[in-house]
């Protein structure tokens, strides 16, 4: 019999806030050191994890001018080309897909399509299920007011239409902010790990989830797009003053941890599946918490934002992968998964693994103040590359030929021959 696959992403965990997930090791896991995240966001490190290729190779990733959402349609597109990577791999040798995502972007809208979905919306305070989330957000055009309240009624979405209402109503906004003390922890994970604990899986099955509770933002007030412009395009003076106002490293703390233990039970309550599962625990990518008056991620190629956690549960009888001393890149989780399911032969680990970045994930144009910042951000948008190696690391500028940070022995030809792959 096949084994299930589980996936488990905790959205923007660094690896040094990870600690608590070691107890995941008296549960069989193995835990693996080194990993790195092939991007610093989102939506390329998922599309990564799934495709098993870098950002150049798979094309979604960020670029001057397209925002997050203008990228929808195109990444859509672009996954539906690469048959959603190991999601459409697993759907055509007979695996049941679900998922479980608190963050928009791994969802259909992007290619991230599962047989059974549901989408938890922290604005909203709503757990969408797949039908009610291609009306949300598929829908060109919808009613507003008593006649989007009529509409929801009459197709008996109740939940739904209840908690748009309270998201909308400045009274309830204002009782949640006093109640919460400006501290919003809370972003799905309950909701998401009681429903999937409470499904009747059809084996084999694939299930991917995506927990957000160590995501920002740690505030309720917290303004984060001034925060992460200004880390961008270097204004360490603005950045001291917020950093200030927002202790944000205190706050991620907390965060990270609430995100690890709530995963750790939710494990622990599927634990019905151990034996006959491949489960693999990592993030995404890490976060940046006031390092050299830094914020945020989705830029910078900082160990903070590309060292992540990484554990495996092996399906009983089945050899547990070694690394020996070199570095796992998340484009291996296919590989994970494919020794696991299909006995591939994997050579895992590597000397040498590296993360790309083509400039700011969103183009901030309401953040430019003046004509210098303008020409700052324009200047950020160029394709980067941080390379891990035995030799040392380094981040170094396609575009311009450029060491912009060295440590250790690595060469920049060295750089280049690894990166010809990429050409």
Known sequence: MKPNVILLVLDTLREDHSSGLDNLLQMGFVKYTNAISSAPWTLPSHVSMFTGLPPSLHGIHEQKGMTIEKMFGPAASQMNKLNKGILGELESIGYTTYSLSANLLPTELSGFSSEFAWYYDTFRRHLFNKEEFEYWFGSKS?????????????????????????????????????????????????????LAVSLEYRSPFFLFMNLMEAHDPYFWNETTPRAVFASVIGDDAYMAEWLKKYPVDRRYSVHSSVAVSRLVNGIMALSKYFSNSVIIVTSDHGQLIGENFRYGHGYFLNDGLLRVPLYVKYPCGVRPLLSGKGYISLCQIPSIIRYCVLGDDVRFGADTVFAESFGPQNNHKEQILTQEDAEKLDRAYSHRVKVYSHKGSMLYNVETDTIEESKGSLLKENVRDLLSVLA
């Open 142 to 194: 919808k009613p507003s007011g008593s006649a989007l309240a009529l509409e929801l009624v009459k197709n008996k979405w109740f939940g739904l239409a209840k908690d748009l209402y309270f998201s909308r109503n400045r009274l309830t906004n204002k009782f949640l902010q006093n109640l919460f003390s400006k501290y919003p922890i809370e972003k799905g994970s309950k909701k998401l790990l009681k």
